[in-house]
């Protein structure tokens, strides 16, 4: 029984081990490298503050709508990514993918999210960094 249960430990944290919690001037100079403007900058660094808390595996599954919301940027599996449950996959990519270390695929992503919703599509940036004093990225560059 103990084997079992350090298989299964080992097992989970194996599964995660592609996932990492990135800084805030990591990912301040990766989106700035990958074409997002300086100048929106502290508006993304806001939203994964407050979406995945700068986590490359968070997701989330309680939205209201029954959909979940994968990665860095809590891209939603109903638009813009596929997963088991299936979605327009939008943005031509797995769900699956939005959650390891890799995030240029992600950025790829939300180029095109934010090219049709601005920022509007993540409830995350309305409520708590749209209007609001933003986080400073002065010392990342």
């Known amino acids: 029984m103990k084997l079992l249960v350090l298989a299964v430990v080992l097992a989970v944290t194996l599964g995660t081990s592609n996932g990492r919690r990135i800084s805030k001037c990591e990912l301040a100079r990766t989106l700035f490298n990958n074409g997002i403007p300086r100048s929106q900058i502290p508006d ?3 939203l ?3 979406e995945s808390q700068f986590e490359t595996t968070a997701i989330n599954k309680k939205n209201t709508n029954g959909s979940w919301d994968y990665g860095l940027f809590q891209v939603n599996n109903k638009f813009w990514c596929a997963d088991q449950r299936n979605g327009a996959n939008d943005c031509k990519i797995q769900c699956s993918a939005l959650v390891d270390g890799d995030i240029t695929d992600d950025i790829k ?3 095109l999210i934010y090219k049709r919703h601005n920022f509007n599509a993540w409830t995350g940036w309305k409520n708590y960094c749209k209007g609001k004093k933003l986080p400073s990225v ?3 560059f």
């Open 109 to 111: 992503c939300i180029k």
């Open 44 to 46: 993304w660094i806001c």
């Open 48 to 50: 994964v503050e407050r």
């Open 138 to 140: 002065a010392e990342c």
